[in-house]
């Protein structure tokens, strides 16, 4: 029987490259709680949660009560937590509460590592070695700031990475800059995938209007086109391009026909238990899944030993991965060549904390406090 002895937790930020421009605003890093679990064998296992401020919970509150408890009988309570409703929103915001995912998430760590084998081989079956993550393209301050900058950036991407692969922000400038954009990149990468991410940028009619367009530049998906489920739907009468959303109601969808796909992290399903099932959910519903980008190296891998057991997650997911400047795990970030990203091979998650880079990630959120993702200039749906 092994046992929790320790729960420790760090709030942390890592910058991007550059800050980048979506509907609701500019992004200009990722924050971060990380979480080590240690067993009173001396087994360390490690878990992230997505807001910063879960680092208190889990340090002051929370992880006490899971100390003396067992480490299986843990994992089982965690992971059979019922996930929060639903919440259909309409101001783009993706609002996960959830400290314990940081906590289930190292105790799969754990698991694996006691077990000598990688996560995924816990989680089924092989089904993959390789993930697909896309490559990202926004508007970013001190870089691309023209249709023709990110096109080119894009065109970069395939020389230097092969990437095959491509989804980026529009919904931020007007409805003619967001067609101008489509049409570059399509011209810059060819035959390659495009999706965009509109962040509910638009409103209805505009919609309507862009998406016409867009039709003949075979796009593979618009994120959040519009508020709404019941817009989407609106929206699915008009255009065959597929929608997908952040709000992860798999039912809902299904029933009105859109979105197509359901786009979400291990936050708001309490970790990688929760998340199966809404994954489950969807392949039962019709609905695609993939991953949302954002995360730092714990939970990417996470992610990688989830899509390397389940065979119904065949889309690339989201990745900000190029764009992220250090990592809190030895040898990160991970950067994907040729549209994919291998699956880590050793023992539990296969990555481990590096100490220097989780201390300067500390101190850098002492100084700056949280990342405000939707801070100003919100920029106005059209």
């Given at each position: 029987?092994?046992?929790?002895?320790?729960?420790?937790?760090w709030?942390?930020?890592v910058p991007?490259?550059?800050?980048?421009?979506?509907?609701?605003?500019?992004?200009?890093?990722i924050?971060?709680?990380?979480?080590?679990?240690?067993?009173?064998?001396?087994?360390?296992?490690?878990?992230?949660?997505?807001s910063?401020?879960?680092?208190?919970?889990?340090?002051?509150?929370?992880?006490?009560?899971?100390?003396?408890?067992?480490?299986?009988?843990?994992?089982?309570?965690?992971?059979?937590?019922?996930?929060?409703?639903?919440?259909?929103?309409?101001?783009?915001?993706?609002?996960?509460?959830n400290?314990l995912?940081?906590?289930?998430?190292?105790?799969?760590?754990?698991?694996?590592?006691?077990?000598?084998?990688?996560?995924?081989?816990?989680?089924?079956?092989?089904?993959?070695t390789?993930?697909?993550?896309?490559?990202?393209?926004?508007?970013?301050?001190?870089?691309?700031?023209?249709?023709?900058?990110?096109?080119?950036?894009c065109?970069?991407?395939?020389?230097e990475?092969?990437?095959?692969?491509?989804?980026?922000?529009?919904?931020?400038?007007?409805?003619?800059?967001?067609?101008?954009?489509?049409?570059?990149?399509?011209?810059?990468?060819?035959?390659?995938t495009l999706?965009?991410?509109?962040?509910?940028?638009?409103?209805?009619?505009?919609?309507?209007?862009?998406?016409?367009?867009?039709?003949?530049?075979?796009?593979?998906?618009?994120?959040?086109?519009?508020?709404?489920?019941?817009?989407m739907?609106?929206?699915?009468?008009?255009?065959?391009i597929?929608?997908?959303?952040?709000?992860?109601?798999a039912?809902?969808?299904?029933?009105l026909?859109?979105?197509?796909?359901?786009?979400?992290?291990?936050?708001?399903?309490?970790?990688?238990?929760?998340?199966?099932r809404?994954?489950?959910?969807?392949?039962?519903?019709?609905?695609?899944?993939?991953?949302?980008?954002?995360?730092l190296?714990?939970?990417?891998?996470?992610?990688?030993?989830?899509?390397a057991?389940?065979?119904y997650?065949?889309?690339p997911?989201?990745s900000?991965?190029?764009?992220?400047?250090?990592d809190?795990?030895?040898?990160?970030?991970?950067?994907?060549?040729?549209?994919?990203?291998?699956?880590?091979?050793?023992?539990?998650?296969?990555?481990e904390?590096?100490?220097?880079?989780?201390?300067?990630?500390?101190?850098r959120f002492?100084?700056?406090?949280?990342?405000?993702?939707y801070?100003?200039?919100?920029?106005?749906?059209?």
């Amino acid at each position: 029987m092994s046992r929790i002895a320790k729960v420790e937790a760090w709030p942390v930020n890592v910058p991007l490259e550059a800050p980048y421009e979506m509907a609701p605003g500019i992004v200009a890093g990722i924050h971060r709680a990380i979480v080590r679990v240690t067993t009173q064998d001396g087994v360390v296992g490690l878990g992230e949660s997505a807001s910063p401020s879960d680092a208190t919970a889990l340090g002051c509150d929370v992880g006490p009560t899971y100390v003396g408890r067992d480490t299986s009988e843990a994992l089982a309570s965690l992971g059979a937590r019922k996930r929060p409703a639903a919440t259909h929103r309409s101001d783009s915001k993706v609002m996960i509460d959830n400290p314990l995912a940081g906590i289930e998430i190292a105790l799969w760590d754990i698991a694996a590592r006691e077990e000598g084998v990688p996560l995924h081989e816990l989680l089924g079956p092989t089904s993959r070695t390789e993930v697909a993550f896309t490559e990202y393209f926004a508007y970013r301050e001190g870089r691309e700031q023209t249709p023709a900058d990110v096109a080119s950036y894009c065109a970069r991407m395939i020389e230097e990475h092969d990437s095959p692969a491509f989804e980026g922000k529009v919904g931020v400038r007007s409805a003619d800059d967001d067609v101008k954009l489509a049409r570059e990149i399509r011209a810059a990468i060819g035959e390659r995938t495009l999706r965009l991410d509109a962040n509910m940028g638009w409103q209805l009619a505009t919609a309507r209007g862009v998406l016409s367009q867009l039709e003949a530049l075979d796009i593979a998906n618009v994120e959040e086109p519009v508020g709404s489920f019941t817009d989407m739907a609106e929206l699915r009468r008009t255009t065959p391009i597929p929608f997908s959303s952040h709000i992860p109601d798999a039912a809902r969808a299904a029933e009105l026909g859109a979105p197509n796909s359901i786009v979400i992290g291990l936050g708001f399903c309490g970790g990688i238990a929760g998340t199966r099932r809404l994954i489950a959910e969807c392949e039962q519903a019709g609905v695609g899944f993939w991953f949302y980008s954002g995360d730092l190296g714990i939970t990417t891998a996470a992610y990688l030993h989830v899509a390397a057991a389940t065979p119904y997650l065949d889309q690339p997911s989201q990745s900000l991965l190029r764009w992220t400047t250090e990592d809190v795990i030895a040898g990160g970030p991970f950067k994907p060549e040729r549209g994919v990203v291998p699956v880590p091979t050793g023992p539990g998650l296969g990555v481990e904390l590096d100490e220097k880079a989780l201390a300067r990630c500390v101190e850098r959120f002492a100084r700056e406090g949280a990342y405000d993702f939707y801070s100003g200039p919100a920029l106005p749906r059209y």
